[in-house]
């Protein structure tokens, strides 16, 4: 078994090249250094300056309060766009519907991005929070619908429905009852891929961000522009530990919602 | 309350197609007003001209194409097609071993494997290309500790060229690869490749006979899924690419966000979107499950 571990060895490698930039700015978020290059020991003092940075505190409730309201569209839009899509006996146009569905997954950023700004912009309509969240509800609304496509499809769901219907329940009542409780950690899982999505969009920001609108990544963005400091350093990791979190949470509820589509 | 329930009852149940197609209305309208109606808008506006005040004139014609196809602006067009060409080749290259390792070796860490291949996919791209160019700028951390230990004796230019925004390119689209490969690798009959054995082939011959050629919708995919998107990449040359090596997405982006022209910015967005419904035609011919 020489050779495998040949190629064991071979991706760890690999992996180290992914990891490496994940690694290097947290280490470097921590250094008592101005440059980045040369260690001068631990400190904190990077991660203070940022929670003393109004602009920046503004920023991140920015970039919080955009993802919640991104998710909050893409999810109601999805969870009923879904549910035609699986529940609804075959109806005309349902491919067209699939593919306009994955549509925002295939559109490169940038041409979403100038498509939306020029748009908007020639309808007469200001680049505004609200332009910025329908935006990100946009680009949000693949994986909400994916999330809850799939829960849905799970056969045992459908079997309920019909026996609380057979037991005198509308079709309002066993959607409320039983299909949106067994769907609820696919709705949620579903809504924190789109939260994670929108939190770390720079692309489509970028492009439709009018002058008094600043996300996160935008911030991150101008600072970059300035030069490396250890500040974005720190940023980054606060970036990079939200995703983290937000991950982890989505795949506990995702573990969660094929459970109970085992039981 | 009761007309309520009846009205949603009716929705939900679908007995009706327009019950489907009011349920799935709000979707698409949203991307119909935010997606397909700005797609159209670049349709249009790629066919217009633009005023001496950065003002659209609309008077038809191909002249925006025609520019797109200058001397001027070929060789960023080939430099796409270049980069996004050679990301699709180093990655399915450095993939493939990585696909094979997690479908035949992994064995019960297989899961962890994957998911680690997936996180620096999730992570912010922004992030990881700034840390990126913390590592290989002229004070960076790769010149710093090639100059220390005495490899080279003054700074390597490593950032801002082609080699940076190759890098970059691979670091983002390499799980874009491997995961397809992966899935067809796991499809590939393992009774075949034990039959091979039993046949008398050593492993390179098993590999090569039975094992790469079952797994070439995977290729396949796994090419196209990096190759469509890389044409449109934007975010990995504005970072690593520097003022000199762009490509055709920041050149797109200059023209709507500096020059102000609009006109030829969507003729330049209507080719790229060209291109990948090109690519995605090939993909959906070649898909593996089609």
């Known amino acids: 078994m020489k050779k495998g571990r040949g190629l064991a060895l071979y991706c760890a490698a690999l992996y180290a090249f992914l990891y490496v930039p994940l690694v290097v700015m947290t280490a470097f978020s921590f250094n008592d250094a101005h440059r980045n290059v040369v260690w001068r020991g631990f400190t904190f003092k990077w991660y203070a300056m940022l929670v003393k940075d109004a602009e920046l505190m503004g920023a991140m409730l920015t970039s919080l309060e955009l993802a919640a309201a991104a998710a909050a569209i893409a999810a109601a839009l999805g969870l009923f766009a879904s549910y035609a899509m699986v529940r609804h006996h075959a109806f005309k146009g349902r491919d067209g519907y699939a593919a306009l569905l994955d549509a925002p997954l295939m559109m490169p950023e940038v041409a979403l991005g100038v498509g939306l700004l020029s748009f908007l912009v020639r309808a007469g309509y200001e680049l505004d929070f609200g332009a910025l969240a329908c935006a990100h509800a946009l680009i949000c609304l693949p994986y909400t619908v994916g999330a809850v496509r799939a829960r849905l499809k799970s056969v045992g769901n459908e079997r309920l429905e019909e026996a609380a219907m057979d037991l005198g329940a509308t079709e309002w009542i066993a959607f409320l009852k039983v299909t949106l409780p067994l769907a609820m950690p696919a709705i949620v899982s579903g809504s924190l891929l789109a939260f994670t999505v929108s939190f770390e969009d720079f692309v489509t920001s970028f492009f439709l961000a009018g002058i008094g609108i600043v996300t996160l990544p935008i911030k991150i963005y101008s600072m970059m522009k300035f030069g490396v400091t250890p500040e974005i350093n720190a940023l980054s990791v606060v970036l990079l530990a939200a995703t983290f979190v937000l991950l982890g949470l989505n795949a506990w509820f995702s573990s969660r919602s094929r459970e109970s589509a085992r039981a | ?290």
């Not at chain 2, 962890?112 to 990881?128: E, H």
């Not at chain 2, 039993?198 to 995919?221: E, H, Q, W």
């Not at chain 2, 023209?255 to 419904?277: E, I, K, N, S, Y």
């Open chain 2, 1 to 290: 309350m009761r007309t309520l329930d009846r009205a949603f009852s009716w929705l939900l149940s679908g007995r009706r197609q327009a019950a489907s197609h009011l349920l799935l209305a709000p979707a698409a309208a949203w991307l119909l007003i935010f997606l397909v109606l700005p797609a159209l808008g670049l349709i249009a506006l790629s066919f217009a001209k633009n005023g001496a005040y950065g003002e659209i004139v609309w008077s038809p014609g191909l002249q925006n194409y025609a520019r797109a196809f200058d001397a001027k602006y070929i060789p960023v067009l080939l430099r796409t097609l270049g980069f996004a060409g050679g990301t699709t080749i180093l990655c399915l290259l450095l993939g493939y071993p990585l696909a094979y390792f997690l479908s035949f070796q992994a064995g019960r860490w297989r899961n962890a494997f994957i998911i680690g291949l997936m996180v620096p996919f999730w992570t912010s791209a922004l992030v990881a290309f700034y840390s990126w160019m913390v590592i290989l700028g002229k004070e960076g951390l790769l010149n710093s500790a090639l100059l220390r230990f005495g490899f080279i004796s003054a700074p390597l230019g490593i950032l801002y060229t082609p080699f940076s925004v190759l890098l970059g390119l691979v670091y983002f689209y390499l799980p874009f690869t491997v995961l397809p490969l992966y899935g067809s690798l796991e499809k590939v009959p393992r009774g075949l490749i034990e039959a091979a054995y039993d046949l008398g082939a050593d492993r390179r011959t098993a590999f090569f006979k039975v094992t790469f050629p079952l797994s070439l919708p995977g290729v396949i995919a796994g090419a196209l899924l990096t190759f469509i998107p890389c044409l449109g990449d934007f975010l990995t040359a504005e970072i690593l690419g520097g003022p000199r090596f762009y490509l055709l997405g920041n050149l797109i982006s200059n023209q709507f966000l500096m020059a102000q022209d609009w006109p030829f910015g969507a003729a330049l967005t209507c080719l790229l979107l060209f291109g990948m419904v090109l690519g995605l035609m090939a993909y959906r011919r070649w898909e593996p499950d089609a």
